[in-house]
């Protein structure tokens, strides 16, 4: 009893005080985040965000800042969610070969370890989307009439009725849906990269998503009404076959009306 | 010999005049010598080029057939194949329609119509003449191109310039114009359905919004409360259809009277281009420029969508838009102008 009062006394006894203190509010607040957190960690374990972390630091943070905070060559990734990672290094997209007017797909520089891993460190740092349920993906389950509605009234400006993509300014331009996995184009109405408006949620909802998607898939796999498509660009396409084919055509007929017959 | 005041007989002066006699120094040629063709000299190869011409008119017969075929047998289904082969038909239909006879004809005079060469004169205008000379041709024609002779080409010819212009006619009767006077007319442009209290409501699903739903970087397409059931809501859809937006308030340059015409960052413009009228709907959400895909007019939503590049002649017209009771977007008013490309009486 002696030595405890004594200890009590213990000259340190106001830092160990400090620390118990210093410890039992950073926990509750730390536990507290982590509620708000849960969401947009689900599925990753401890493990995958510390791998994702190092994979981040090698390979992202040169643009993004060690903490993800942002510099002056990339936009912060604090809230993105796990969504815009896996569609932004799932495409190729990220890591960015060079600054330009905006990044292109190319070959995927990650298996799919590695980017779940590093969507794990992201999503980590504060919510935002995740990465789709597979319902939500499942084809058979959409209406593609009702997903063609939805797409040419909020997509078709920009990537064509066709889905064949479009020119946008300044060398910008809106990709060509075939051949994207519906999950990455799930992933980018969810997110909106870059310079694509975001539709979230509220906007069209993940069933209309699945149904935008149904339809994609279905145009791609289904000839088009009239005749050849040439690529469905509209005029450029067309007017270069017409003023080459077509003025041909014109020229032979010309030069048949003038010969003399044998 | 030369009429300038300084040229002499030994020296002619700068303009030169042709003496008498020195046209003759150039022979008239005459035309070349005739060379006969295949079909003058074989009989069998007339015959040949009289059964190749009947066939072309044939195909053109064929050809407006194959339209008729699917103009009213095919594409009745929802398939997407035979809405295909529909259109397939009625294209190459019409085209071969046209394509047999004008090939035929031009095959018809170059193998069987006479190909003698002739020399026309200038001759001064006599219209008694003239008639005389009409006549003879026109008679010249009918005898030389043998169209009473050769009964087989002319009804076949007949036949397909008959058959030919009912492609024409049956699209031409698809088309219905409204009878309306100017005045209506331009009463319609100038009012759309947007009104005070009118909900702002999802493009094409019609369900109201809430300011809340509304995130950073978004765009929604919008269209007023009670479209659908309005009786011409198309027509009204066309006017009416609204951009909705967000972005950070202080990135908005707000003009006098418009400080309360948005909601936290949350805009509407109308989608209907000030050009000629495409959906101006292309938004980039990063650089807040809205542009056109028919002529790339551009638009800065930040300067309340001034235009910046492009043949637009004015900015896009604002929505006052606010929130009600229940947190749903609701316009302020109508537009404050009319919606869409110039016109006349627009003012």
Request: hydrophobic share 40%.
């Amino acid at each position: 009893m002696k030595a405890l009062s004594h200890k009590r006394r213990h000259p340190l006894a106001a830092v160990a005080l400090l620390l118990m203190g210093l410890l039992v509010t950073g926990g509750l607040y730390a536990a507290a985040t982590s509620v708000n957190e849960a969401q947009a960690a689900t599925g990753y374990s401890a493990s995958d965000i510390e791998e994702g972390e190092k994979l981040f630091l090698a390979n992202c943070a040169t643009c993004h800042g060690m903490n993800a905070e942002g510099t002056n060559s990339g936009p912060s990734l604090i809230g993105v969610g796990a969504a815009s990672v896996d569609f932004q290094v799932g495409t190729g997209r990220m890591p960015m070969q060079m600054q330009g007017p905006q990044a292109e797909a190319k070959p995927v520089q990650f298996d799919d370890e590695q980017i779940s891993q590093l969507a794990a460190y992201v999503a980590s740092l504060g919510a935002g989307p995740a990465v789709p349920e597979a319902e939500y993906l499942d084809t058979s389950l959409g209406n593609s009439a009702k997903g063609g509605e939805i797409f040419r009234v909020n997509c078709a400006m920009c990537h064509n009725a066709a889905a064949a993509g479009g020119a946008l300014t300044r060398g910008k331009f809106a990709p060509a849906l075939a051949g994207v996995e519906e999950k990455h184009i799930y992933e980018a109405m969810a997110i909106g990269p870059q310079n694509m408006p975001v539709f979230n949620d509220s906007n069209i909802s993940p069933e209309d998503k699945r149904d935008v998607i149904t339809f994609l898939k279905e145009i791609e796999s289904q000839g088009s009404p009239g005749g050849a498509k040439l690529g469905s660009l509209g005029p450029v396409a067309e007017g270069l076959f017409i003023w080459t084919a077509g003025l041909g055509i014109i020229i032979a007929f010309t030069i048949w009306l003038t010969s003399r017959p044998s | 010999m030369g009429d300038h005041s300084h040229g002499g007989p030994d020296q002619p002066g700068t303009v030169a005049k042709a003496q008498e006699g020195e046209l003759d120094k150039i022979q008239d040629p005459g035309l070349p010598p005739h060379r006969a063709r295949l079909t003058d000299t074989d009989p069998r190869a007339a015959k040949r080029a009289e059964r190749h011409v009947a066939i072309l008119f044939a195909i053109s017969i064929i050809g407006t057939v194959l339209f008729f075929v699917g103009y009213f047998a095919v594409g009745h289904t929802e398939s997407i194949a035979e809405l295909r082969l529909q259109n397939t038909l009625l294209g190459l239909g019409t085209g071969f329609a046209m394509l047999g006879i004008g090939v035929g004809i031009v095959h018809w005079a170059r193998t069987l119509m006479p190909d003698h060469e002739i020399a026309e004169s200038r001759h001064a205008v006599r219209t008694e003449e003239d008639r005389k000379d009409a006549e003879a041709i026109v008679n010249t024609i009918i005898d030389e191109s043998g169209i009473q002779r050769r009964p087989l080409i002319r009804n076949t010819l007949i036949g397909a310039l008959a058959l030919a212009p009912l492609p024409g006619v049956f699209i031409l009767r698809d088309l219905d114009l409204t009878k309306e006077s100017a005045g209506q007319i331009v009463d319609r442009l100038r009012h759309t359905m947007w009104d005070k209290g009118v909900r702002l409501t999802r493009d094409p699903s019609g369900t109201p919004i809430k300011a809340s739903d509304v995130q950073i970087g978004s765009a929604f397409h919008v269209i007023p409360e009670g479209l659908m059931e309005a009786e011409d809501w198309l027509n009204q859809k066309a006017k009416a259809v609204v951009l909705l937006m967000r972005l950070n308030p202080e990135d908005l340059n707000i003009s006098e009277g418009r400080e309360d015409w948005h909601h936290n960052g949350i805009v509407a413009y109308s989608k209907i281009c000030t050009h000629v009228g495409c959906p101006v709907a292309l938004y980039e959400q990063h650089t807040h420029h809205l542009l056109c895909p028919c002529h790339q007019s551009t638009f800065d939503l930040t300067q309340e969508c001034k235009v910046i590049f492009g043949p637009a002649a004015h900015a896009l017209p604002q929505l006052p838009i606010t929130v009600d009771d229940e947190g749903f977007l609701v316009a302020q008013s109508d537009f404050h102008e009319p919606v869409g490309p110039g016109y006349w009486e627009r003012g």
